[in-house]
């Protein structure tokens, strides 16, 4: 049966090969369905009789309707369809708040030793005392970075460690019987995970207003303080890419309140090694592994999103955990007393663990702390170069790591920040982070990451100021058309979201022929 | 530093043309008390063969599945993953891509995740699926929370066959609720979860094969649950066994989670692993996490973002439907690598190997004495009662260089009626005579 | 027949004791793109103020609230298959849903629609 290439009803007529519009690197590619059939197959695995005796009657009856290719048809298809994206390793990606830095290959060969890939989250520990020894060096590395008390290693992304952190907070303050606390504040200038968090948990929402300069007010936190505060969660250096230089009197306040203070530790990066969070008075904060300790994005995860917890929440901790044992270490898998319980199976991301683990050991304490400095000097830098041309909402301190312009210099070109960042597409680089946050009007939120060189810098800003003089010049077509150089031109995110197409189906017209 | 690119006079420019007189200065914003006021303590920066003898010490003092009989699941099976997933996923345009938000320089990742959508959907036999969760078991939690906005009612019954952890995850998210009934444990695959089944119920949530191996009726489960309105969660910890076994859809699931691991993905002692979730159409508004859809541009190329993202924390904030922010991506494409090249075909031959392989497996176990496999129906796994406590006997099996399965005692401490019972799987990778060599030291241990 | 509207930008059109409500031209020309209504349910009980509605666009969410208290009679069902009437035809075949008024003292403090121009000026 050959199903290749039949087209498809949506797909307006350019699933075949010859029908590219891609240049010859580029080449535009068919689905794997279009491409594979149920007989294809790039695995050889022996044919066994089976009897249906121990199947309880619930064999498949229904089709499957798999395609399958060959090993050398998917090693291309799968690598055309990598050349349509974009990557650290191919360009600059200054997507501020997610930290593109480069992804060490020594992070993956570690990862892959079969002393860590091919063991089993349930063998016996006795088994696995590496692994347990490994992760109790991860969490002395986080806990000496953060000089925080304790860590919960296992969250399975920035958000879950959010959730983790919060759902401490929460069991502390019901242990102490304080369940009357209802109330999160987050400033406004948050990221959208923090309210989203606070309302998973029940919590109501109090937004705390940005000061004209960009941070938080700490007479604002004091006004929104009472009985009835469970937290403030606040990012430090906020979204902004700003310090919050009142941060340790923000602290004092809300523990004064009987509040805890947790800290959206996504922005790490700007101070590892340069300021340890737990001298601030933060009393949670995860850490994005996959952001400040190079564990690679992979498109979209897996990350990793350990807490940190101060004394008065490590007795919140989630399980499992890692203790000293008499016969060597121990892992402590089940809760007990208050302790919150479990937020995932098994152990957390292991294989981050390694990544992250291996990017620290490399580093040390030394370079670490360089590697933060160079990337609060890149965005100054950045900062630096283009204060002329593009418009700095809040221009009166240094920056942290990242560089925050606004719309205002687009003001009467027609060119919205969108249109500015899909011409940076033309140009070889990835798009900064646009529209975030949400108290700067059409936000550009620059973070070159440490792993920048000056001459990348330079062309960065040379591309940049180029664009704005063209842009101000006029000439908004090479904005409200662009991006033209890519493998797509922008695409219509309308008609997805309305009649939503999310699976490829066989088309019509095959499956009446295959009647 | 061999990943900081500037040397000490570029440090110097950039400061100069920054007009910073040192690095300190851009940290002004910091407290003085809090910069730079300790000593780390923490070991020098370090060259990679020193890095990597580090690692490979911490390494050598496991256990490594290739290292003897392996016969641990529960959960998290060893398969075999071909060279070319692994290779393809350490290609840098998918390693070291961010999330596709910038859909015409990302269409590499979001063609795959929509090709991933697809065989999901295919494997479960449901009408559409995510682009990933973090795992089963949170993924479990969220069907839950999803089958509660879908029905507006509150009552969740979690089956006696569902993975521990996975039950523990959901008591987590829905903490102190008085609606969660969570069935005692049911080794011998008994089950009363229809009688739990009233107008109250959002959803019953039902694992097959089931943590003890046994294989759940799927069908009666989903009518008595339509029956009063509820909804019914299908969990699949092995998604392996749907080349062998009836897709739930075809059963009438209305939501389908599974842990993806074994498709493409190593052990990795536990993660990162990948959620599978799946469900019918008419319930897409209220699935968490990314999709993918197709589209096209403004050339009428075909093309594809993600889609339906005001579902999502980032716009909706304090009213998302969940606060999940990341999906596991690099682990779906190797699944979606691993399952493109089983095919069909292959994904069927696998399953029938693995059943097989678990066969002769039961029948051994069953001619050793004081051995008692309690599966009548099984995939790949099932549960002995053995006539000692299951964790020492594993322990000491251990010793001897076998990893003989999971004593449930380790996820279930508080239940003794269930101290000697051990769960042990078997994939396409035991061996006839892993099998010979378990059976042997279990007969002299048990003597 | 009147129509009034709120400063979040819902008309609500008074055809005796009951209300057509839906967004100004103006809010859907800020929103972009509609592509999926959540329409209340009929009967839902409102209150002045109340969230009744979701429109969501692309990029953004947003809450349709109750500009009078009442009970919904109605709802723009051809909403469901085709969101874009609220761009193309906001006022009449893209209304949202229709409120039994409780109390129509209320209707006197929403604005006119002078006093609404005034304030999308």
Redesign the interface.
Same mark, same amino acid.
């Given at each position: 049966m050959s199903m290749n290439n039949q087209g498809?009803p949506?797909?307006?007529g350019?699933?075949s090969y010859a029908a590219s519009?891609g240049s010859a690197l580029l080449p535009?590619?068919p689905?794997?369905?279009e491409i594979? $059939?149920? @007989?294809?197959?790039?695995?050889d695995?022996?044919?066994?009789?089976?009897?249906l005796d121990?199947?309880?009657g619930? @064999?498949?009856?229904?089709a499957?309707?798999?395609?399958?290719?060959t090993?050398p048809e998917?090693?291309r298809?799968?690598?055309r369809?990598?050349?349509?994206?974009?990557?650290?390793?191919?360009g600059m990606?200054p997507?501020g708040s997610?930290t593109?830095k480069?992804?060490?290959r020594?992070n @993956?060969?570690?990862?892959?030793?079969?002393?860590?890939?091919?063991?089993?989250?349930?063998?016996?520990v006795?088994?696995?005392?590496?692994?347990l @020894?490994?992760m109790e060096?991860l969490s002395h590395?986080l806990m000496?970075?953060t000089?925080t008390a304790a860590v919960a290693l296992t969250p399975?992304?920035?958000?879950?460690g959010?959730?983790l952190g919060m759902?401490a907070i929460?069991?502390a303050q019901e242990a102490a019987g304080q369940s009357h606390r209802r109330i999160v504040l987050v400033p406004e200038s948050a990221?959208?995970?923090n309210?989203?968090?606070?309302?998973?948990l029940g919590y109501l929402?109090k937004p705390i207003p940005a000061r004209a300069d960009g941070t938080v007010d700490v007479q604002a936190v004091k006004d929104a303080l009472s009985p009835d505060v469970a937290a403030i969660m606040l990012t430090n250096p906020n979204t902004c890419g700003?310090?919050?230089?009142q941060?340790?009197e923000i602290a004092e306040a809300v523990h004064a309140a009987g509040a805890f203070f947790y800290c959206d530790g996504a922005n790490f990066n700007a101070?590892m090694?340069?300021?340890?969070p737990g001298?601030?008075g933060i009393d949670a904060m995860h850490i994005n592994l996959?952001k400040t300790f190079s564990t690679?994005?992979?498109?979209?995860?897996?990350?990793?999103g350990p807490v940190v917890l101060s004394e008065a929440l490590a007795p919140f901790a989630?399980v499992p955990f890692v203790r000293k044992g008499e016969n060597g270490l121990e892992l402590v898998?089940?809760a007990e007393g208050s302790a919150?319980?479990?937020?995932?199976?098994?152990?957390?991301?292991?294989?981050?663990y390694?990544r992250a683990?291996?990017y620290?050991?490399?580093?040390?304490? $030394?370079?670490?702390?360089?590697?933060a400095? $160079?990337a609060?000097?890149?965005a100054?830098?950045i900062?630096?170069?283009l204060a002329h041309a593009f418009s700095v909402p809040f221009g009166d301190?240094?920056t942290?790591h990242e560089a925050l312009f606004d719309d205002s210099f687009l003001q009467g070109t027609g060119v919205t920040t969108l249109d500015f960042?899909?011409a940076l597409?033309d140009e070889g680089f990835?798009?900064m982070t646009m529209y975030?946050p949400l108290v700067v009007h059409g936000a550009m939120l620059i973070e070159p990451t440490?792993?920048?060189?000056?001459q990348t810098l330079d062309r960065f800003c040379d591309v940049m100021e180029e664009l704005a003089a063209d842009a101000k010049a006029g000439n908004k077509e090479r904005f409200t058309s662009a991006?033209v150089k890519?493998?797509?031109?922008?695409? $219509?995110?309308?008609?997805?979201?309305?009649s939503?197409?999310?699976?490829?189906e066989r088309p019509v017209e095959a499956l009446k022929a295959a009647e | 530093m061999r990943y900081l690119p500037h040397s000490e006079a570029e440090r110097a420019e950039m400061l100069g043309i920054i007009g910073a007189v040192d690095i300190d200065a851009l940290f002004s914003a910091v407290p003085s008390r809090a910069l730079k006021s300790f000593d780390l303590g923490l070991p020098a920066h370090s060259p990679e063969f020193m890095v990597e003898a580090h690692m490979k010490a911490l390494a050598a003092k496991n256990h490594a599945g290739a290292d003897g009989p392996f016969f641990v699941g529960a959960g998290a099976y060893r398969h075999h993953v071909p060279a070319t997933v692994d290779h393809l996923i350490q290609r840098s345009e998918f390693l070291t891509a961010y999330t596709p938000y910038q859909p015409e320089i990302s269409q590499g990742t979001l063609q795959m995740l929509f090709e991933f959508q697809t065989q999901v959907a295919k494997i479960t036999g449901m009408d559409v699926a995510n682009a990933s969760l973090y795992d089963g078991s949170t993924g479990t939690a969220e069907a839950v929370l999803m089958a509660r906005r879908l029905t507006k009612r509150n009552k969740i019954v979690l089956s006696g066959g569902l993975h521990p952890h996975y039950r523990d995850v959901v008591k987590a998210y829905l903490k102190d609720d008085a609606d969660l009934e969570c069935l005692s444990a049911s080794p011998e695959g008994q089950g009363d979860i229809l009688d739990h089944i009233d107008e109250q119920t959002a959803a019953i949530v039902v694992q097959t094969p089931d943590f003890y191996g046994h294989l759940r009726n799927i069908k009666t489960a989903a009518d008595a649950a339509h029956a009063k309105g509820a909804l019914l969660i299908v969990v699949i910890t092995e998604v392996v066994s749907l080349g062998l076994l009836e897709a739930p859809g075809a059963l009438g699931a209305d939501i389908v989670v599974a842990e993806g691991q074994s498709i493409g993905n190593a052990l990795n002692f536990g993660g990162p692993y990948l959620g599978l979730m799946a469900t019918r159409k008419e319930f897409i508004r209220q699935m968490p996490g990314r999709l993918c859809g197709e589209t096209v541009d403004t050339e009428g190329q075909r093309g594809f973002v993600l889609t339906l993202s005001t579902r999502e924390q980032h716009i909706r904030r304090e009213k998302a439907t969940s606060n999940i922010c990341t999906n596991s991506g690099l682990c779906a494409l190797a699944f979606s690598i691993h399952m493109a090249l089983l095919g069909e075909a292959g994904f069927k031959r696998l399953a029938r190997l693995n059943h097989a392989n678990a066969c002769k497996l039961a029948d051994a176990l069953a001619g050793v004495q004081g051995v008692e496999v309690l599966n009548k129906s099984f995939f790949n796994e099932m549960t002995i009662r053995t006539r000692q406590p299951a964790a020492e006997l594993v322990e000491r099996l251990a010793a001897r260089g076998i990893l003989a399965g999971v004593p449930v005692s380790r996820l279930e401490p508080d239940d003794a009626s269930i101290a000697n019972l051990i769960v042990l799987a078997a994939t396409e990778l035991t061996t006839d005579g892993d099998i010979a060599t378990l059976c042997a030291a279990l007969a002299e241990e048990l003597q | 027949m009147t129509t009034k509207f709120t400063p979040d930008h819902e008309y609500i059109r008074v055809e005796g004791f009951t209300g057509v409500v839906g967004i100004t031209p103006y809010a859907q020309e800020a929103l972009g793109d509609i592509v999926f209504v959540e329409l209340p349910e009929i009967g839902k009980v409102l209150k002045k103020g109340d969230e009744a509605a979701v429109v969501e666009s692309v990029k953004a969410a947003s809450e349709i609230y109750a500009p009078v208290s009442g009970t919904v009679t109605e709802v723009n069902s051809a909403l469901s298959g085709e969101p874009g009437l609220i761009n193309s035809d906001p006022e009449a075949g893209g209304w949202i849903y229709k409120i039994e008024i409780a109390d129509a003292g209320e209707i006197e403090g929403l604005l006119d629609s002078d006093a609404y121009a005034e304030l999308t000026l």
């Open positions: 498809r949506t797909g307006t350019t699933s519009s535009n590619e689905l794997l369905f594979g $059939d149920i @007989e294809h197959s790039g695995v695995l022996p044919e066994v009789e089976i009897s121990r199947l309880g619930f @064999e498949r009856k229904s499957l309707d798999l395609a399958g290719l090993e998917a090693m298809h799968y690598v369809l990598s050349r349509l994206n974009h990557s650290i390793d191919s990606y997507l997610c593109m480069h992804n060490p020594l @993956e060969k570690m990862a892959r030793l079969p002393g860590f890939s091919d063991i089993h989250p349930l063998q016996p006795s088994t696995v005392q590496g692994a @020894e490994l060096e590395w000496t970075l000089n399975k992304a920035g958000a879950h959010e959730l759902m929460k069991a990221h959208g995970t309210p989203a968090t606070a309302a998973f929402v700003l310090f919050e230089p941060v340790i101070i090694g340069v300021v340890r001298d601030l996959h690679p994005h992979g498109g979209g995860g897996p990350g990793a989630p898998e089940h919150l319980g479990r937020v995932t199976a098994f152990h957390g991301q292991m294989g981050m390694v683990l291996t620290m050991l490399s580093h040390g304490g $030394d370079g670490l702390a360089q590697a400095q $160079d609060v000097l890149n100054n830098y900062k630096a170069r301190y240094p942290m960042a899909k597409i990835h798009p975030f440490e792993s920048e060189s000056k991006p890519a493998p797509r031109r922008r695409l $219509d995110e309308t008609r997805a979201a309305r939503p197409v999310l699976r490829w | - | -």
